[in-house]
T-cell receptor
Framework: RKEVEQDPGPFNVPEGATVAFNCTYSNSASQSFFWYRQDCRKEPKLLMSVYSSGNEDGRFTAQLNRASQYISLLIRDSKLSDSATYLCVVNTDKLIFGTGTRLQVFP | EAGVAQSPRYKIIEKRQSVAFWCNPISGHATLYWYQQILGQGPKLLIQ????????DSQLPKDRFSAERLKGVDSTLKIQPAKLEDSAVYLC???????????FGPGTRLTVT
């Protein structure tokens, strides 16, 4: 089993749609969690940290379920500019990146 | 605040040649990371430095890869000799300390022919 697993997609959604990504991790001792965004041929950039209580930043909501060992990212009211790859990142004693989920928002 | 700087941005070499990449982290960041990202995959950690000491190099192919962070600031990653499968983007990242969010440089795209 991979340490961090994501559905690679692509998710093709129209503008204004709500889309959700899930990510599962195998190490129950994982301590912190992040979502990064990576545009084509660019470096990853931190989108948001994921806290146990869940957190929201504008149209983006991240949640953590430690019992089931998964984290999720919800994007509401999708914009064309949201098109990118979303990387789930889990920190145990080092950062482990998932392979990413590709999102394509179309007009 | 200046971001993480990397050079060169692109490099094309033949197999069995050597190559070196340079990284200058964000000022004051104690932790520096080198990642390898192969097309279609997430970044894979090669080595992590805390100041000028190595914290984790468990996934660094030490027979051909080496890295150093003299004086605890900038860092160099070297591949000698390169193989075709080393073609990837090499990303440098830094953070204030371990477990804090990381900031990535633009990467060096290496093509080995």
């Amino acid at each position: 089993r991979k340490e961090v697993e994501q559905d690679p997609g692509p998710f093709n959604v129209p503008e204004g749609a709500t889309v959700a990504f899930n990510c599962t991790y195998s190490n129950s001792a994982s301590q912190s969690f992040f979502w990064y965004r990576q545009d084509c041929r660019k470096e990853p950039k931190l989108l948001m940290s994921v806290y146990s209580s869940g957190n929201e930043d504008g149209r983006f909501t991240a949640q953590l379920n430690r019992a089931s060992q998964y984290i999720s990212l919800l994007i509401r009211d999708s914009k064309l500019s949201d098109s990118a790859t979303y990387l789930c990142v889990v920190n145990t004693d080092k950062l482990i990146f998932g392979t990413g989920t590709r999102l394509q928002v179309f007009p | 605040e200046a971001g993480v700087a990397q050079s060169p941005r692109y490099k094309i070499i033949e197999k069995r040649q050597s190559v070196a990449f340079w990284c200058n982290p964000i000022s004051g960041h104690a932790t520096l990371y080198w990642y390898q990202q192969i097309l279609g995959q997430g970044p894979k950690l090669l080595i992590q430095f805390q100041n000028n000491g190595v914290v984790d190099d468990s996934q660094l192919p030490k027979d051909r890869f080496s890295a150093e962070r003299l004086k605890g600031v900038d860092s160099t990653l070297k591949i000698q000799p390169a193989k075709l499968e080393d073609s990837a983007v090499y990303l440098c990242a830094s953070s204030r300390d371990s477990f804090y969010e990381q900031y990535f440089g633009p990467g060096t795209r290496l093509t080995v022919t």
